[in-house]
């Protein structure tokens, strides 16, 4: 098993395969609680399912590791407030996603009104977030079960993949 413990490093697990007829996943060990409170983030495959766990003002969070726009590496983006929200800058074209809840984030300013100033407004749940417990130092990782599309989920799978798993 190896463990990421900053960007440069990764995360190989061997998850069980999951029947796609069953909507649940069992919880999968990432890692320890002291690696990722020292890195601040850790990527791990679940379920063959690669995510990005991040560990931010003493809370934690998981997403897909490709953003939901064109895959870019979220895990080597940096962590940003925008309108006091919490969010990831994918580092390829800027996005910003909320922690929390996989919200894309943009400005927006009405042209009519020369005064107006510009407002943060949500794009919608365009990431999939994935839910992260600690259990005796452990960090555990439990795929999304909602049964709405997410945009990320187009680069969660397949070719996209960025963590290398060796045999």
């Known amino acids: 098993m190896q463990l990421k413990v900053d960007p440069g490093q990764s995360m190989d697990l061997d998850g069980s395969e999951q029947d796609p007829e069953m909507k649940e996943y069992s919880s999968v060990c990432v890692g320890r609680e002291v690696d990722i409170k020292k890195s601040e983030r850790m ?13 931010h003002k003493g809370e934690y969070h ?13 895990h080597l983006g940096e962590i940003e407030d925008f309108d006091g929200r919490p969010c990831i800058v994918c580092p390829w074209h800027k996005y910003k996603i909320t922690l929390a809840t996989g919200e894309g984030l943009y400005q927006s300013i009405d042209p009519k009104d020369p005064s107006a100033k510009p407002k943060w407004c949500s ?20 795929l999304s079960t909602e049964p709405f599309k997410c945009d990320s989920d187009f680069y969660a799978t397949g070719d996209f993949k960025v963590i290398k798993i060796s045999s």
Not at 62 to 74: E, N, Q, V
Request: some cysteine; hydrophobic content about 35%; glycine content about 8%.
């Open 123 to 142: 794009k919608g749940i365009k990431q999939r977030i994935h839910k992260v417990t600690v259990d005796n130092g452990n960090i555990y990782v439990t």
């Open 62 to 74: 998981a997403m897909d590791i490709r953003c939901y726009h064109s895959g870019g590496p979220l």
């Open 43 to 55: 990527t791990a495959v679940v379920h063959d399912r690669e995510v990005v766990i991040f560990y």
